[in-house]
């Protein structure tokens, strides 16, 4: 789905509350979640999306959301005030403007320990901002400063996307593929099938060539995707993207269950 223009504001929302695979094209903010609570048992699942630009979550005093996979461009990515069980996994935070005024990774002010972690912060000037819990003026200037006072975004990283798309934000970086997987997701915004040992962070899974499936091992059938004519070749391509019996290379590594018959 796509929203120009529009946000979601909720207010007081209990309950299963699961929002996947929108882009949300605001000058305010993507999602509020004002005093929305959910359970443990149910959380709310926030997945998928797209947020430019504006907040992507305004949570005040609510609880027991998670945040996988999303994008999130310009101003305040998230401000926390008060959910003590937030989960904050596989995101991409941009910022593309040179900051004449203060933009933050982090709005966050309760104090409460969060689950974040395996997300990607980049700010085009490289400055990178979170504001200390109950704090107006003081400030984490690294992801360094970060990780070490809260133990928080330890696999993170600070790595350009580089967009293929301002609209959409979809990124072409590669090394975006550090995200770790969620039960439940398994796929991205558009339905691609997300690696299963390594997907990629934000909404979009980046393509790659690797192993997934089932292979065979025939010297007496012609060379193909799921054929091989000999163990040297299959071998050679999964160590090194190589093949020497003629045939399409599959590519290096194993990105699912695979079976050679």
């Not at 309950?15 to 882009?23: T, V, Y």
């Not at 998928?48 to 027991?64: A, C, E, K, R, T």
């Not at 600070?158 to 293929?164: E, G, S």
């Not at 192993?211 to 025939?218: A, E, N, P, R, V």
Request: glycine share 8%.
């Amino acid at each position: 789905n796509r929203n120009f223009g529009l946000s979601l504001d909720l207010d007081h929302s209990t309950g299963i509350l699961n929002i996947s695979k929108n882009i949300f094209n605001s000058i305010y903010y993507g999602l509020s979640l004002y005093q929305c609570t959910s359970s443990k048992q149910d959380p709310g699942i926030i997945s998928n999306n797209v947020f430019y630009p504006g907040l992507l979550i305004f949570d005040y005093n609510g609880g027991g959301y998670r945040s996988y996979y999303n994008n999130t461009f310009i101003d305040d990515s998230i401000y926390i005030t008060g959910d003590t069980s937030f989960v904050f996994i596989n995101n991409l935070v941009y910022d593309s403007i040179m900051n004449t005024s203060l933009y933050y990774a982090l709005f966050y002010v309760s104090g409460y320990k969060m689950n974040m972690d395996y997300n990607d912060y980049y700010f085009s000037d490289k400055k990178f901002y979170i504001r200390k819990p109950i704090s107006y003026d003081s400030f984490y200037h690294s992801l360094a400063d970060w990780q070490a006072a809260t133990g928080n975004d330890i696999h993170s990283q600070l790595f350009n996307p580089y967009l293929v798309s301002d609209s959409d934000s979809v990124v072409s970086n590669k090394n975006l593929d550090f995200g770790i997987p969620v039960s439940g997701i398994t796929d991205d915004i558009r339905g691609a099938q997300r690696h299963g040992f390594s997907p990629t962070v934000g909404a979009y899974e980046i393509s790659r060539n690797c192993f997934s499936g089932t292979y065979t091992i025939d010297p007496n059938k012609a060379a193909s995707v799921t054929n091989y004519k000999d163990f040297h070749s299959a071998i050679a391509d999964l160590d090194s993207g190589k093949r020497y019996d003629g045939g399409p290379a599959n590519g290096k590594g194993i990105c699912g269950p695979v079976v050679f018959e």
